[in-house]
């Protein structure tokens, strides 16, 4: 049988093999000694996928991280390609791209571009590739050089390439059909999961969305410190919003103090969902404008104006389109009825 749904193994269920010389083929803690190509264990990670692949060596490669091929440069009659899996992690990230945006397209009809480009960057981004990797065991599988190991991370780039790689390789060994239902597998069981958590697992591109919507203009980071020796570096990152601190994170990278920094800034622009920061109206002492009705009354209508055309005009300048004269319209219309 060519495709067979077959329980996906738990990362804790380690499977105890043995290569062909007897020896302990496999490990998932600590450094790995180099190990040579293992048709037996190929095979029986290829049951974990639950399908049946018609050139082993494609398997084989899509397991072979660059870092054995030193490993296995002087080995003779070697039963493997002498190339890593990055070829393979090129095509499957593309195809990736396309299986999951056309499932997420038929799926919500209604959906934007803007939404539908958010949510497949929540689908394939690297936790969730890792997160699918372990649910195979791949760690046990990969052919990894002497001293290498996956490490614990959610962010693993070897477990991440790994199953890109492992999607190509599906797609040229079977076909398009059979590396769809593949990644389907996964998609139908996660999607609503994902999805659900993606302000959590996605601020930044959450935060783009919402910047983008209400503002007419992109997050803008920087790093306004970064302390401590090279190997324990904290970076703190601030998003800024007309020359305002909406958000500030702190991580042991830049991206992941850009994360914890648009995590606080949605919450700062959730507090009020669809209100401009006080610094933006030029008025400290002054509430936030609201686009709701109820909010735009009691305010300065004529200093927020007056910020708004300035950030029209500018945006003009640049070719951008935003709300902006939406929002200047109202408040004056708001201005009229209220005088």
Do not use: C
């Not at 209508?301 to 500018?314: C, G």
């Amino acid at each position: 049988m060519l495709w067979r749904s077959v329980p996906r193994s738990s990362y804790s269920e380690k499977i105890a093999m043995t290569s062909s010389s007897g020896d302990p083929a496999l490990s998932t803690s600590g450094p790995t000694p180099s190990r040579l190509p293992d048709l037996a264990a190929d095979q029986a990670f290829a049951r974990n996928m639950g399908i049946a692949f018609r050139n082993p060596r494609l398997l084989r490669l899509a397991l072979t991280h660059r870092s054995v091929l030193h490993d296995w440069v002087n080995v003779e009659n070697l039963d493997a390609t002498l190339q890593s899996n990055e070829r393979l992690e090129f095509l499957g990230d593309a195809l990736l791209g396309v299986i999951v945006g056309e499932y997420l397209y038929h799926a919500d009809p209604l959906a934007d571009e803007g939404t539908l480009t958010r949510r497949r960057a929540a689908v394939v981004r690297a936790e969730t590739l890792v997160r699918w990797a372990r649910e195979l065991d791949m760690p046990a599988y990969l052919y990894l050089g002497t001293g290498e190991s996956v490490t614990a991370s959610v962010r693993d780039r070897m477990l991440a390439g790994g199953f890109e790689a492992l999607v190509g390789a599906i797609y040229l060994d079977r076909g398009r059909d059979v590396a769809e239902r593949f990644v389907h597998d996964f998609l139908r069981r996660d999607i609503d999961t994902i999805l659900a958590n993606e302000v959590l697992t996605n601020p930044k591109g959450k935060l783009q969305e919402v910047m983008q919507d209400r503002f007419g203009e992109p997050p803008a980071y920087t790093t306004i410190a970064a302390e401590g020796p090279d190997h324990a570096r904290q970076f703190t990152v601030a998003v800024v919003l007309n020359d305002e601190h909406i958000g500030i994170g702190r991580g042991r990278s830049k991206r992941e103090a850009q994360q914890a920094a648009a995590r606080a800034a949605l919450e700062t622009l959730g507090a009020s969902p669809e209100a401009i920061p006080a610094a933006a109206a030029n008025a400290a002492s002054k509430p936030p404008v609201h686009l709701d009705e109820s909010g735009l009354q009691g305010i300065d209508h004529d200093a927020v104006i007056q910020h708004l055309r300035s950030r029209r005009a500018l945006q003009s300048e640049s070719g951008k389109s935003s709300d902006v004269g939406r929002l200047h319209r109202r408040l004056r219309g708001s201005g009229k009825r209220e005088g």
